[in-house]
């Protein structure tokens, strides 16, 4: 048997625009990703020889129910694709996944995981395929799963799969609240539609001044237009931005579809004690930084 343990990151949504719907009903979007410190664990074994099992568990051991364990699972899926896609024979995989990445919360906890399973898989079967030919792969398993592979910071457009990485040599400082509601991509999408954007992000002038380490330039630049759409029904998303705010962020919004919302700090010690300042009952608090 063989075993790899790949750390999941989260990903945030420092902009996201959307440009048009598609003939495939998907949306066009221009997005800048940024990967986080915020990570689930995914440990592959192959050669077990007995059916595929999936376990997951929270970083305290406590399993964790709700959480499809068969092919509803992103993370089987894209073992699934792996293995057809290097026209491989079953191994038998047993996947186990310590899980810290909020689920519906625009951090791409599921994508994040299935990256991971095709990156690990990769790595235990002599890089068959290189980082573009996973990506391809990735794409199978959702719109956010080939940022996941690629990891960084990257303009991303398309449905997700075109990618640009724009590396910063700059270490940017969050702090994510994730509140006790999560929201459904497909219907958010969907109720935009309705509600055209007012505002749209400027990327580029956002990656100059994050290059530029100028956080206080770069924090009012983040820009979602599916967060206003998401407080229409959600106000408490504009409430924990203005907290955020509040607690010293240079700038904050709504990461991809949300329910989670990110604040851009200013260093890592403002992070930290915002962090500490905003743990409450009604959301979740995460610090994490840009990796
Ligand atoms: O690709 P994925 O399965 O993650 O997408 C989930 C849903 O989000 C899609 O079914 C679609 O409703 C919406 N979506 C979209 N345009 C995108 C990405 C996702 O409309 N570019």
Redesign the pocket.
């Known amino acids: 048997m063989n075993t790899v343990t790949i750390p999941a990151y989260a990903k945030l949504n420092l902009t996201l625009d ?1 440009l048009g ?2 003939s495939d ?5 221009d997005m800048v990703m940024q990967a986080v410190s915020l990570h689930d664990d995914v440990t592959l074994t192959t050669g077990t020889r007995a059916p595929w099992m999936l376990t997951c568990e929270d970083s305290k051991g406590t399993p964790l129910a709700g959480i499809p364990c068969d092919e509803k699972n992103l993370a089987w899926k894209a073992a699934q694709i792996f293995f057809r896609a290097a026209n491989l024979p079953d191994p038998g995989v047993k996947l186990h996944i310590v899980k810290r990445i909020p689920e519906q919360a625009g951090l791409a906890g ?2 994040a995981d299935a990256a991971a399973v095709l990156r690990g898989l990769n790595r235990l079967y002599g890089e068959p395929f290189g980082t573009e030919a996973l990506c391809n792969l990735g ?1 199978k ?5 080939p940022f996941c592979i690629l990891g960084g910071t990257a303009r991303v457009k ?3 799969e075109v990618l640009s990485p724009t590396p910063l040599d700059t270490v940017q400082h969050y702090v994510i609240c994730k509140p006790d509601f999560g929201i459904s ?6 109720l935009s539609d309705q509600y055209p954007a007012q505002a749209h992000p400027d990327p580029e002038k956002l990656l100059t001044h994050l290059r530029a380490d100028d956080k206080q330039s770069a924090g009012p630049l983040l820009c979602n237009v599916l967060e206003p759409v998401a407080a229409m029904e959600h106000p408490q998303i504009l409430s924990i931005r203005e907290e955020l705010l509040a607690a010293g962020a240079c700038g904050a919004r709504m990461t991809g ?1 949300g329910s989670a919302v990110f604040g851009l700090f200013p260093d890592e010690s403002g992070a930290k004690q915002a962090e500490i300042r905003l743990k409450c009952n009604e959301y979740s608090v995460f610090y994490a930084c840009s990796v």
């Open positions: 959307i719907i598609r009903g998907y949306h066009e979007l599921g994508s794409a398993c959702g719109s956010d799963v398309g449905r997700g991509t497909p219907k958010l999408f969907a579809s």
